[in-house]
């Protein structure tokens, strides 16, 4: 908190003082942002878990994408349940063959 004296009366900012954004707005941000991470041919292996697990501590919040080889819409969710489950995160939203994953749990929008 600031506080500071304007025209005789006190006025008071609050603002974060970490500098982070809440989950949701980071949850927003991911959205509209490209993949962090592209699942390929290769198809859930431990060098792309790990590669998940290091990019979910640096952001929290990620997006990967399946290339069309790796998924169709009826095995898309089962892939992304099992790279949450793999990496330790929770799976947040599935949309087309691209999915969102976090550290912590929260409510989607």
């Known amino acids: 908190?600031?506080?500071?004296?304007?025209?005789?009366?006190?006025?008071?900012l609050a603002f974060n003082v970490s500098g982070t954004m809440d989950y949701k707005k980071k949850f927003?941000?991911?959205?509209?942002?490209?993949p962090h991470c592209i699942l390929g041919k290769n198809g859930?292996?431990?060098k792309f878990i790990e590669h998940v697990y290091l990019l979910l501590k640096r952001?929290?919040?990620i997006k990967v994408k399946a290339l069309k080889t790796m998924a169709n819409k009826s095995n898309?969710?089962?892939i992304a349940i099992e790279v949450s489950k793999q990496?330790?995160?929770?799976?947040?939203?599935?949309?087309?063959?691209?999915?969102?994953?976090s550290l912590e749990k929260f409510e989607k929008l």
Do not use: A, C, W
């Not at 908190?1 to 008071?12: G, T, V, W």
């Not at 927003?28 to 490209?34: A, D, I, N, Y």
């Not at 990496?87 to 994953?101: A, E, K, P, Y």
């Open 1 to 12: 908190m600031i506080r500071f004296k304007s025209q005789n009366k006190l006025k008071i």
């Open 28 to 34: 927003k941000k991911t959205l509209l942002s490209p």
């Open 44 to 46: 859930i292996s431990n």
């Open 59 to 61: 952001y929290k919040i």
């Open 76 to 78: 898309i969710k089962e």
């Open 87 to 101: 990496s330790n995160s929770h799976l947040i939203d599935v949309r087309g063959r691209t999915f969102i994953l």
